[in-house]
């Protein structure tokens, strides 16, 4: 034999629910394009490939820096954080 547990739910089908809030990404202070023009040529830490420009280099967000992986082997060869690259 089945149980009513908990409180009876008052649903009024007739009654439209409130919107709910969207969720908006805070505003970066760390710009792709401010990346690529602040760009320092690097040498991969795993590999030793060179990379002098940004063509051989994945740039990815992640969280309050800007990570810098090595397209030869997928490292992190370096990251940028308030303007400044570092390896």
Known sequence: MR???GFAR???GAMAS???SVRRTRASSNDLEL???LW???VCP???TDHPDTVAIRL???GNSIEARCSDCGAVAARFTAGLWTS
């Open 10 to 12: 008052d649903d009024d």
């Open 40 to 42: 320092e040529p690097i």
């Open 3 to 5: 149980r009513n547990r």
């Open 46 to 48: 795993e590999c030793g």
């Open 35 to 37: 990346a690529r023009e």
């Open 60 to 62: 990815k967000r992640t």
């Open 18 to 20: 409130g919107v709910r």
